[in-house]
């Protein structure tokens, strides 16, 4: 019996589909677009909100303070030390804080072994920045003897697991951390600085820090020529981004900081709905902080 000429031309080309997943793997900015094009993410969000964010406070007990902050599929834990040093020569009168984030294998292949990466270098200078130019402690509260002795903080911030936003994360665990020091009273004699090392720790015998202020960072990738918003982006959207904004707040809505990476050129009105958005995250994260505290 014949064949017909329409039956052979489609023995010919068979149909090629792919799963989703194999599609966002081959074409991941066109995948994106499909979700972004209805106002959605891949994952179910709008393209303005943030992922679930939990803090939980004093979970390195070996810490003189210590918080763990968990966005979505990014965790980190920050542990801040105290220890006696020498004061700087040009602020004999001050302590100091040294922070440092860690982005090891361990939280995601993304990163090899051996030196700090670029991002860890760039994020710890970062939050330092931060730390240092919106004036988050009066570092003369650290001073145990002038020129003698002071407290050094380190701040240290080690990624548990990473998919995406570690700006956010980083600074929301180091402020967190920060407000759960305590620091054992000091005595200075004869050139010795003695720190009692035994007993409960009360308000007698340790101090907690006097924040100034209170910094929180909200940031948000450029997705595509239409240069899209895309609100505390995950890894997958970080990877296929034109660039990210980083806007910095304090708790009364006050601009600390505002930083861009990546090549996209954005518009004074971009940066407004960042700062707007970033005023309502603020708030948010705030409570979520206070709540988490109690």
Known sequence: MATSATSVSQAASPAFTFSASTFQKLHPSEYFRKFVSQGVRPDGRLLNSFRPTTVHYGVITTANGSAMVRMGGTTVV?????????????????????????????CSSVFKPGPPSEQAQVVSESINRVLKESNVLNLKDLCIEEGKAAWV?????????????????????????????????????????????????????????????????????????????????DFAEESIGMG?????????????????????????????????????????LRTIMRQQHQ
């Not at 920050?78 to 294998?105: F, H, I, M, R, W």
């Not at 980083?170 to 090392?197: D, F, H, Q, S």
């Not at 997705?223 to 918003?229: A, E, K, S, Y």
Request: hydrophobic share 40%.
């Open 78 to 106: 920050c542990g801040v030390k105290a220890e006696v040093t020498e004061p700087k020569l040009d602020a004999p009168n001050q302590g100091y804080l040294v922070p440092n984030v860690d982005l090891s294998p361990i």
């Open 153 to 233: 903080l380190w701040v240290d911030v080690v990624c548990v697991s990473y998919d995406g936003n570690i700006n956010d994360a980083a600074l929301t665990a180091v402020m967190a951390a920060l407000g759960n020091v305590r620091i054992r009273k000091p005595a200075y004699e004869e050139g010795i600085v003695k720190v009692p090392g035994s007993g409960t720790v009360s308000n007698e015998n340790s101090f907690k820090l006097s924040l100034l202020r209170m910094p929180l960072s909200s940031s948000f990738a450029l997705f595509d020529t239409t240069l899209t918003l895309l609100a505390d982006p």
């Open 244 to 284: 990210q904004i980083t806007v910095t707040l304090d708790e009364h809505g006050q601009l600390c900081a505002v930083s861009k990476v990546g090549a996209a050129t954005s518009s004074q009105e971009v940066l407004k709905q960042c700062v707007i958005r970033a005023r309502e995250r603020s708030q948010e």
